[in-house]
């Protein structure tokens, strides 16, 4: 999959007066309509809807435990039309295992808060820290929210797809599996809440050798369901380093300069220059690391000629804070 947007062809195309981008965005040549700029919370909303109109998956990646992410995915569940494009969301932050407890809750069913808590506390690890994080459950009283104003056949299912105690599958590969079990293999839509590295379509191939099955959710979608899969992934804020670890900031002023809104955040199409051509080790450099050679922790795309435009489809640039 690597180079695999060089060829891609991007047209644009003027509608009422805005601005539009034509991009291809997958490996097989789909090619979805979007703003070339789609600012502030309600624009990234519009945007990421209207993708359901021509793909069955919109990956949406988050920076773990980030207040933004949350508001930006409990907007989109809000939202009046995507409970009738999706029916189902899958979540980095539930248990396989749980999927009972899970189903119940949103519902709206009376939970036990101890064992409502067993959706994340059986994560892979145990006590998965990120998941522990109130935004997280926030997610979930959310989707009962809307649900307790929809008919019992229009509801939202959300799906854990984190393997818990029993589920002998890799993480990937559970969330993977669900995709299929649950949503691709009964023609539905869904929308999937990872951490944005388990969406890049691209990195590099001594990183990948290390990964096992788990090359990428993204990456495995795309072996048996080429081109129904929209990766969005973050980029900006402040960097999170592991202790010790130094690295030089990225220049979000590259993202500054090249857009007209100064409206933060904003959805961009990674088809779009100047955008597509920044490098992953520069914007993507602190999200992945590797502690494992003898120099201590370094990003896996340290010298890599990936470029953002190879990584993912879309980004929600957040600015530089």
């Known amino acids: 999959m690597e180079g695999l947007y060089a060829q891609s062809e991007m047209k644009v195309l003027r509608a009422a007066g805005v601005a539009l981008l034509l991009v291809a965005v997958s490996a097989a040549g789909r090619q979805v309509r979007l703003p070339d700029e789609a600012g502030g919370i309600d624009g990234v909303v519009g945007a990421l809807i209207s993708a359901f109109d021509q793909f069955d998956i919109v990956a949406l990646g988050e920076a773990h435990g ?9 907007a989109l569940v809000r939202h009046p039309d995507f409970a009738k494009k999706v029916r189902s969301i899958v979540v980095e932050f539930g248990s396989t295992t749980e999927q009972a407890t899970l189903d119940r809750y949103i519902r709206g069913e009376n ?34 929210e809307v649900n307790s104003k929809l008919p019992a056949d229009a509801r939202i299912r959300v799906l854990g797809g984190d393997p818990g105690p029993g589920d002998n599958r890799s993480r990937e590969t559970a969330a ?18 990872y951490g944005a590295a388990h969406f890049y379509r691209n990195a590099p191939a001594e990183y990948l050798s290390t990964l096992g099955k788990d090359i990428g959710i993204a990456r495995m979608l795309e072996m048996d369901y080429s081109g129904r899969t929209f990766a ?29 809104t100064q ?59």
Do not use: H
């Not at 980030?66 to 409990?74: A, E, F, G």
């Not at 064992?115 to 997610?139: C, H, M, Q």
């Open 111 to 144: 939970v036990p808060r101890a064992e409502f808590e067993r959706v994340w506390k059986t994560l892979t690890p145990p006590g998965n820290l990120v998941a522990e994080n109130p935004i997280y459950s926030d997610f979930f009283a959310a989707v009962r």
């Open 232 to 260: 969005v992934i973050p980029v900006g804020g402040k960097l999170d380093l592991p202790p010790g670890v130094t690295m030089p900031n990225p220049d979000y002023q590259k993202f500054d300069r090249a857009l007209k």
């Open 66 to 74: 980030r207040k933004l992410d949350s508001d930006l995915r409990i």
């Open 176 to 193: 993977v599996g669900v995709l299929k079990e649950q949503v691709l293999q009964k023609r539905g839509k869904a929308l999937v809440i």
């Open 263 to 321: 409206v933060r955040p904003v959805l961009i199409p990674l088809q779009r220059t100047p955008f597509r051509d920044f490098t992953a080790e520069e914007f993507l450099g602190a999200q992945v690391m590797s502690c494992r050679g003898p120099n201590g922790c370094t990003s896996v795309f340290k010298g890599s000629p990936l470029t953002l435009g190879e990584m993912a489809d879309a980004c929600i640039y957040v600015g530089a804070r």
